[in-house]
């Protein structure tokens, strides 16, 4: 268990530049927010056109 507690705590204390794997998966996320945003507002807008076009048809 010591062996295990001392891994971790070298895992901690480690200051290890960021490597090409964490760069890969900070832009995976924030491609994936961004695409989230993008469609949400999408979304939204298309309802708020849907609106206005039904009431200025009618």
């Known amino acids: 268990m010591k062996s295990l507690a001392q891994k971790v705590q070298r895992f901690l204390v480690s200051e290890d530049g960021p490597t090409a794997v964490e760069y890969a998966v900070m832009l ?3 491609v994936i927010v961004c695409l989230t945003a993008i469609t949400s507002i ?3 807008a298309n309802k ?3 609106t206005i076009s039904s009431k200025v048809g009618t």
């Open 28 to 30: 995976a996320l924030i």
């Open 42 to 44: 999408g979304t939204n």
């Open 48 to 50: 708020t056109f849907q």
